[in-house]
C-alpha cells in the first residue's frame, strides 16, 4: 500500500524558514517522481514543486521559485521542501503527491503551514 | 501557463441522477506524439486530499466506480457520474500535465439536491 506522511508544518511568522519532510513506503521511491502540491484554506490546488528521481530535474511555480528548494533522499525514502522567506500567501495544506510520470497518483494527507506574526 | 476553467462552479443533482461537470483548458492537451491528452481529473472530500479519478482523459484509476467517466479531447473535457451516489459529495478538479507547470481548475462543488 502506498503511503506518503508529511510532517514539519506548523506557525511561523513571515520571513521565517521550516522545511518540510514527507516519508514515503509501499513503493519503489527512488522510481518516482515526486511533487508538493498546496491548498490555501478554502482555496484550490497549486503545484508547488516537482522532481524527477535522480534530481537532475527540479521545477517551481513562479511564486516560490528562489524561496524553496525540493530535495530527496532515495536511501531514507524521503522528499523534502526547504521553505525560506516565508509570506502571508505561503499559509496552505502542504501535500506529497507522487507521480506516475506525469500523474499524480498517490497524495498524502498534508501538513499545514500557517505564516502569522 | 496553461489555464484550466470547470463549469459549473456549484453543482447540485439528485440521488440516481446524471451529473455533468466540464472543463476547458487554454491550449490543446493533446499531444501529436503519443495521440494522448494529457488531463486528469480529482475528486476531493471534505477533510481528504484529492484522490485521483480519471487519467488521460478517460482511463478510470484503478479502484473507481465505472459510474464516473471522463470523455473529451483537445481543450475540452467532460466528467460524467451516471448515477449520483451520496458519497460522490465532493469538490472535483481537473488538471492538465501536458506542459509549463501542471495547473489545476478552480474546482467544481457537487451537492446533493
Known amino acids: 500500500e502506498v503511503q506518503l506522511v508529511e510532517s514539519g508544518g506548523g506557525l511561523v511568522p513571515p520571513g521565517g524558514s521550516l522545511r518540510l519532510s514527507c516519508a514515503a513506503s509501499?513503493?519503489?521511491?527512488?522510481?518516482?517522481?515526486m511533487h508538493w502540491v498546496r491548498q490555501a484554506p478554502g482555496k484550490g490546488l497549486e503545484l508547488v514543486a516537482n522532481?524527477?528521481?535522480?534530481?537532475?530535474?527540479?521545477h517551481y511555480v513562479d511564486s516560490v521559485r528562489g524561496r524553496f528548494t525540493i530535495s530527496r533522499d532515495n536511501a531514507k525514502n524521503s522528499l523534502y521542501l526547504q521553505m525560506n522567506d516565508l509570506r502571508a500567501e505561503d499559509t496552505a495544506i502542504y501535500h506529497c503527491?507522487?507521480?506516475?510520470?506525469?500523474?499524480?497518483?498517490?497524495w498524502g494527507q498534508g501538513t499545514l503551514v500557517t505564516v502569522s506574526p | 501557463d496553461i489555464v484550466m476553467t470547470q463549469s459549473p462552479d456549484s453543482l447540485a443533482v439528485s440521488l440516481g441522477e446524471r451529473a455533468t461537470i466540464n472543463c476547458r483548458s487554454s491550449?490543446?492537451?493533446?499531444?501529436?506524439?503519443?495521440?494522448?491528452?494529457?488531463f486528469a481529473w480529482f475528486q476531493q472530500k471534505p477533510g481528504q486530499p484529492p484522490e485521483l479519478l480519471i487519467y488521460?482523459?478517460?482511463t478510470r484509476k484503478s479502484g473507481v466506480p465505472d459510474r464516473f467517466s471522463g470523455s473529451g479531447s483537445g481543450t475540452d473535457f467532460t466528467l460524467t457520474i451516471s448515477t449520483l451516489q451520496a458519497e460522490d459529495v465532493a469538490v472535483y478538479y481537473c488538471?492538465?500535465?501536458?506542459?509549463?507547470?501542471?495547473?489545476f481548475g478552480q474546482g467544481t462543488r457537487l451537492e446533493i439536491k
Open positions: 503527491v507522487r507521480g506516475a510520470g506525469w500523474i499524480q497518483d498517490y
Open positions: 509501499g513503493f519503489t521511491f527512488s522510481a518516482s517522481y
Open positions: 522532481i524527477n528521481k535522480d534530481e537532475t530535474e527540479k
Open positions: 491550449q490543446s492537451l493533446l499531444s501529436n506524439s503519443d495521440n494522448k491528452n494529457y
Open positions: 488521460w482523459a478517460s
Open positions: 488538471q492538465q500535465y501536458y506542459g509549463g507547470p501542471i495547473t
